[in-house]
């Protein structure tokens, strides 16, 4: 009867795999992050179009030094996002979320990242404190994969704008730029994103001009330049 209904009011033609698959979800799941994070990684691919591009955008992925790189489309992966929030309401849980899709590192998972942690609820006690994540986050996968994307980081800051998140400390700034690379890095752009909307002291622009900078890095430089001009 149903199929019947469905084929009389057209609803048939509406499919939508993405809804099909993360309604599929039970509850052991939700409750096991080890296999929520299987299940959201089940979930990138559905709806890909082009599978013949899969070797190319895998081939990106790991030349960029991610996992993997499936091409999934920004707006699934918001829809994926919701469903979390949705699914998920205690911001400590999606916090561990995200500190698991850093740990696995396919761009899908930076791109969820930043929209889950851009849009957590800021925590009034501790200042600048998605910030300290993602510098915590980028350290430790520094650690173990010896290099983080620029393009990982921008993912985050950009997020954290567009939500209207709390701008770096210069204060933390300071400190990431006497850092590893990638920690000097994220300082750069955290600080690039404040000088667009306050003076940078003098203390933090001299620390640009003499921040050793490793060659090749022509955006890095572009955007320190930018800043110290």
């Known amino acids: 009867m149903l199929k019947k209904l469905r084929k009389k009011f057209g609803s048939d033609s509406v499919e939508d795999p993405l809804d099909d698959h993360l309604s599929s979800i039970n509850n052991r799941v939700l409750q096991k992050p080890k296999l929520l994070l299987e299940f959201i990684r089940e979930a990138y691919p559905i709806g890909i179009p082009a599978l013949s591009l899969k070797s190319t955008t895998d081939r990106m992925g790991l030349d960029a030094g991610y996992a993997f790189h499936l091409g999934a489309a920004e707006p699934e992966l918001r829809r994926i996002a919701s469903w979390i929030f949705t699914n998920i309401s205690q911001p400590e849980k999606i916090e561990n979320i995200i500190g698991r899709l850093w740990k696995r590192f396919g761009r899908e998972d930076l791109v969820l990242s930043s929209i889950l942690l851009a849009n957590l609820p800021e925590k009034v006690e501790i200042q600048n404190w998605k910030w300290i994540t993602l510098a915590d986050l980028i350290s430790h996968v520094e650690r173990k994969r010896g290099r983080i994307p620029i393009e990982g980081m921008l993912l985050h800051i950009e997020e954290m704008a567009r939500a209207d998140c709390s701008l770096i400390e210069e204060e933390l700034g300071s400190k990431l730029l006497q ?42 430089r572009r955007i320190r330049d930018k800043i110290v001009e």
């Open 179 to 220: 850092g590893t690379i990638a920690e000097r890095y994220l300082g750069i752009l955290g600080i690039h994103q404040l000088s667009k909307k306050q003076e940078i002291s003098q203390s933090i622009n001299n620390q640009l001009t003499n921040i050793d900078l490793p060659d090749g890095d022509s955006l890095i």
